[in-house]
């Protein structure tokens, strides 16, 4: 059985054939990354068959904010900006998303395994704390967009106002579903990881709103980012 993993080397695919492992199979995910196709497509190359079970993935999880799912453009990633690198093109999926009424589904950055620099260049195998990017840091970020937006004369398709939702550990007993503005999202706390993060789209059914409405922050909660 190989497990769910989205680094899954050649190597290991030719030992699971090695070990004569009848099928392959991609345990906990739904189909939906070129990752997972990935991981097929090499298995049928190698003449190892494979069966998927399927299982809940974040993809679908998020409708339990109430937003419907048919109604997600494009998912996007937010990685942790560097004082050196700090992307914003995936905004452009998110204004097209915007454009069409459609949500967008944000997956926050995960550093697991990762070296310093300095210890990537001794070679040391030493590695830094894991960190997962919140729900707060993905918003800031966000607004850092907006006002750069802002600066270059662009009209921003997300403003501090945009509705948003924020979710923790979605299918865990203590998970935490937070409606509010991307400025408020700043500053709610949802607790520990994992974290994903709402752009709803601006045209909402009647039932989405009522939905949200049941996880709405507080209006006097504070907005400082
Ligand atoms: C590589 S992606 C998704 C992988 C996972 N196999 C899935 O489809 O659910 C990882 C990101 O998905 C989001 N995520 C995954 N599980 C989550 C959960 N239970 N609650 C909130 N966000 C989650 C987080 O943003 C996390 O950084």
Known sequence: MI????????????EERSRRVPSVGASV??????????????????????RVIHNASIMNAVGCCGLQLYKFGETVSI???TDTWRPESFFDKVK????????????????VKEQSLENLIKGRKIYEPPRYMSVNQAAQQLLEIVQNQRIRGEEPAVTEKTLCVGLARVGAEDQKVAAGTLQQMCA??????LHSLIITGDSM????MEMLSLFSIPENSSESC
């Not at 995910?29 to 494979?50: F, M, N, P, Q, V």
Request: aromatic fraction near 4%; charged fraction near 30%.
């Open 29 to 50: 995910l739904e189909l939906k990354a070129t990752t997972h196709s990935d991981l097929i497509l090499r298995a049928t190359k190698l003449g190892i068959s494979y």
């Open 96 to 111: 097209k998303n915007r454009e069409n009424g459609m949500h967008t589904l944000c997956l926050l950055d995960i550093k």
């Open 3 to 14: 497990k769910d993993t989205e680094e899954q080397p050649d190597e290991e695919v030719h």
């Open 205 to 208: 059914h009647p039932l989405e």
């Open 188 to 193: 709610v706390d949802l607790g520990g990881p």
């Open 79 to 81: 990685v942790f900006w």
